[in-house]
């Protein structure tokens, strides 16, 4: 601006020497007083001189409103110089009092991140699910308190006073509001990353669980398939025959099964060894039904009744007494033939008869229950006619045996197992609490005896 002057005023100078030297004149310059205005009306004794030319008052005009024009502008700069100034003391104080509020907060609070670290990144809970849910939690308590300290808490004071006399509140700095959403953003990106890794490791546990599940039931499962095995074998005894089944309970629930059924027969012989002391009555030592006749062949001692042997359902009361607590051999046969029957006693023969179901084939594919009376092929028991006691050396055969046979089997002289049904362990299922056990019963009737 200043040479914006300076240039106007020689123009003006080399406009009035050319003038002057044009009409024969020339102009003297005289010193300008302090303080007066630049211009060329003034004397040898600085007074002003006063000119009636247009020009010079034109110039004079414009030279006045540039200097005021200056003026203005420099108090404008140093204005700004001090605005400058008290923005800088500002951000230098904003600067200091967002590091000292951060410290004081890492300090204030270390412990309480201490324990959210510990929470969230540090050992994890046993429960998967429990552990998501405390991330999410925590991840939405940090989310709400880190928009409260930028809200409200970390606000930082102005210099300026409000007419209250309360300092004002500037807002945080829009870089500082910027940072802080970015930290923020990245801690939830970061707990979402290690929800998402929890969520993994929780899908792995749960397929290891079942995975050890799995393993699990196949290791019991073959320990039961070992045990049944055991119970099966012929080394589960000394001998194979060397067992007894047990049913202590009169209930429709306890009973022995045989495997195998019986082919058609024409006449049989059915023999045993049994101990029992119920009363009233030993109830049914076994029973063989068919389809359509559930009675076809049993045994049973029912109430105050005597021992009866059914064929098809017809009754033949028999001769024995068996209910005194010691083990008795029994045997009966019976022929188709004129329904002939005799019973045996521990050797010896106490009874026959006829006209027991005679001309009746016995008829195949049943199901032989030792202990209970069927109702029903293979189910449907009475507890009332359940057998208690037990049982041991349930032999069959498809014809009558001879008495010398039964005698030898009676005082142990003579083994000859059923042809139809023999006695061995691996023939035998047991049910609903009954048992085996082994049992040498020779040796055992002769302790008794």
Same mark, same amino acid.
């Given at each position: 601006?200043?040479?914006? $002057?300076?240039? *106007?005023?020689?123009?003006?100078?080399?406009? =009035?020497?050319?003038?002057?030297? =044009?009409?024969?004149?020339?102009?003297?310059?005289?010193?300008?007083?302090?303080?007066? /205005?630049?211009?060329?009306?003034?004397?040898p004794t600085g007074n002003r001189v006063?000119?009636?030319?247009?020009?010079?008052? !034109?110039?004079?005009?414009? @030279?006045?409103?540039?200097? /005021?024009?200056?003026?203005?502008?420099?108090?404008? +700069?140093?204005?700004?110089?001090?605005?400058i100034k008290e923005l800088n003391s500002k951000l230098a104080r904003c600067e200091a009092a967002a590091d000292e509020s951060s410290q004081g907060k890492a300090r204030g609070h270390g412990s309480r991140r201490k324990e959210y670290g510990k929470n969230t990144m540090g050992d994890l809970p046993r429960d998967p699910s429990?552990? $998501?849910?405390? *991330?999410?939690?925590?991840?939405?308590? *940090?989310?709400?308190? *880190?928009?409260?300290?930028?809200?409200h808490s970390l606000r930082l004071p102005s210099s300026n006073v409000s007419a209250g006399g309360v300092s004002a509140l500037t807002p945080l700095p829009p870089e500082l509001r910027d940072l802080l959403r970015q930290r923020l953003g990245a801690l939830e990106t970061q707990l979402l990353r290690k929800v998402a890794e929890l969520e993994e490791e929780k899908s792995q546990l749960y397929n290891e669980t079942a995975a050890h599940r799995q393993r699990t039931e196949s290791a019991l499962n073959s320990l039961l398939e070992r045990i049944t095995e055991l119970e099966k074998s012929n080394n589960a005894f000394k001998?194979? /025959?060397?067992?007894?089944?047990? #049913?202590? #309970?009169?209930?429709?629930?306890?009973?022995?099964? $045989?495997?195998?059924?019986?082919? !058609?027969?024409? =006449?049989?012989?059915?023999?045993?060894?049994?101990?029992?002391?119920?009363?009233?009555? +030993?109830?049914?030592? %076994?029973?063989?039904? &068919?389809?359509?006749? =559930?009675?076809?062949? &049993?045994? @049973?001692e029912?109430?105050?009744?005597?021992? /009866?042997?059914? &064929?098809?359902?017809? &009754?033949?009361?028999?001769?024995?007494?068996v209910s005194d607590g010691r083990w008795h051999h029994i045997c009966i046969t019976w022929t188709t033939r004129d329904g002939f029957w005799e019973a045996y006693q521990d050797g010896e023969r106490l009874g026959t008869g006829d006209n027991l179901a005679p001309w009746h084939p016995i008829k195949p594919?049943?199901? +032989?229950? #030792?202990?209970? !009376?069927?109702?029903?092929?293979?189910?449907?028991?009475?507890?009332?006619?359940? %057998?208690?006691?037990e049982l041991s050396q349930f032999n069959m055969w498809d014809r009558v045996l001879r008495p010398v046979d039964i005698m030898g089997l009676a005082n142990c002289s003579a083994y000859m197992p059923g042809n139809v049904v023999p006695w061995i362990d691996a023939n035998v299922e047991v049910f609903g609490g009954a048992s085996k056990a082994a049992l040498e019963i020779c040796e055992d009737r002769a302790f008794d005896s």
């Open positions: 601006m200043l040479a914006v $002057i300076v240039g *106007l005023l020689c123009l003006l100078g080399g406009r =009035a020497v050319r003038s002057q030297d =044009a009409t024969g004149s020339r102009f003297v310059c005289n010193a300008i007083p302090p303080g007066a /205005e630049p211009g060329c009306g003034y004397g006063q000119s009636s030319s247009p020009v010079e008052d !034109e110039l004079r005009n414009t @030279i006045i409103q540039l200097r /005021e024009t200056i003026l203005q502008q420099k108090e404008t +700069i140093v204005s700004q110089q001090g605005t429990d552990t $998501i849910d405390q *991330l999410g939690k925590t991840m939405q308590s *940090l989310k709400g308190r *880190l928009e409260n300290l930028e809200q001998s194979p /025959e060397d067992f007894k089944v047990s #049913l202590p #309970l009169r209930t429709n629930y306890l009973y022995g099964r $045989i495997k195998k059924s019986l082919p !058609e027969m024409y =006449a049989f012989t059915v023999c045993m060894w049994l101990k029992s002391s119920a009363s009233p009555g +030993i109830g049914t030592p %076994f029973s063989y039904g &068919v389809p359509g006749q =559930a009675n076809e062949i &049993v045994l @049973i029912w109430g105050n009744n005597p021992i /009866e042997l059914l &064929v098809n359902d017809k &009754v033949a009361q028999l001769p024995l007494s594919g049943g199901v +032989i229950i #030792l202990g209970q !009376e069927q109702d029903i092929v293979g189910g449907r028991f009475d507890a009332t006619q359940a %057998f208690v006691g």
